[in-house]
């Protein structure tokens, strides 16, 4: 059993920045592809940007290419989600998710272990 667990959410005005992390307890990530995801307020989760196990695999939501950048530490058990040049619409309630699957994670809906998500709010 993975225990996801996200931090670094918070308030930012429209074109800043902010860094998201997400930890394990419990668990190592050993072997798990990591993933953030993303649900505004009203709709449903999507699908922001993935990383496998070892780091030189990378997927983004067209959304956020160019924008964001997932990054990984394994000797610190640790994921991260850089997010620049924020606006309103990139409002949500952003999630981790850990699956074995790079694939499961950028293609589905359906990883094996979610967090329980951190806000980040930009107001418009």
């Known amino acids: 059993q993975v225990q996801l667990v996200e931090s670094g959410g918070g308030l930012v005005q429209a074109g800043g920045s902010l860094r998201l992390a997400c930890g394990a307890s419990g668990r190592s990530f050993n072997g798990y592809a990591i993933g953030w995801f993303r649900q505004a307020p009203g709709k449903d989760r999507k699908f922001v940007a993935a990383?496998?196990?070892?780091?030189?695999?990378?997927f983004y939501a067209d959304s956020v290419s160019g924008r964001f950048t997932i990054s990984r530490d394994n000797t610190k058990n640790a994921v991260y989600l850089q997010m620049s040049s924020l606006n309103p619409a990139d409002t949500a309630v952003y999630y981790c998710a850990a699956d074995r699957d790079l694939t499961v994670l950028a293609v589905t809906n359906t990883p094996n272990y979610w967090g329980q998500g951190t806000p980040v709010t930009v107001p418009g």
């Open positions: 990383i496998s196990w070892t780091g030189d695999t990378t």
